[in-house]
């Protein structure tokens, strides 16, 4: 099965995190492309729910990585990590570039997967 193309990320980097297997990163990022979770963190950003945020900006950095969408990965560290210590200005200040960019790497995969 051949990677298709198009694809806008590190496929090495998302190749390594599924044992090098073109399959099993295939299904990785139809998985990512079905698990959009912009509307929670528009939600939780909006109520300043900072707990939530964090673990769902955790969920999509791991997910980015493992897929090799590293500008959302860096992006979505850097809010994640100092959300941990209720600092909050990182997501207040990239939570819009961090939702585009989110939305690129969505509408990427769903132009090339679908």
């Not at 809010?79 to 200005?89: A, G, N, R, V, W």
Request: proline fraction near 3%; aromatic fraction near 10%; charge should be negative.
């Amino acid at each position: 099965m051949a990677l298709p193309a198009g694809l806008e990320l590190d496929t090495a980097t998302g190749l390594e995190y599924c044992a090098n297997s073109e399959e099993v990163y295939l299904d990785i990022m139809d998985e990512f492309r079905k698990d959009d979770r912009r509307g929670e963190l528009k939600e939780f950003f909006g109520a300043k729910n900072w707990e939530r945020y964090r673990i769902s900006a955790h969920a999509v950095k791991s997910s980015a990585l493992t897929i090799g969408a590293m500008d959302l990965y860096e992006i979505a560290k850097a809010i994640e990590e100092p959300l941990k210590t209720m600092d909050f200005s990182p997501a207040l200040d990239l939570h819009d570039l961090f939702i585009q960019k989110y939305s690129d790497v969505l509408d990427m995969l769903n132009r090339v997967l679908v």
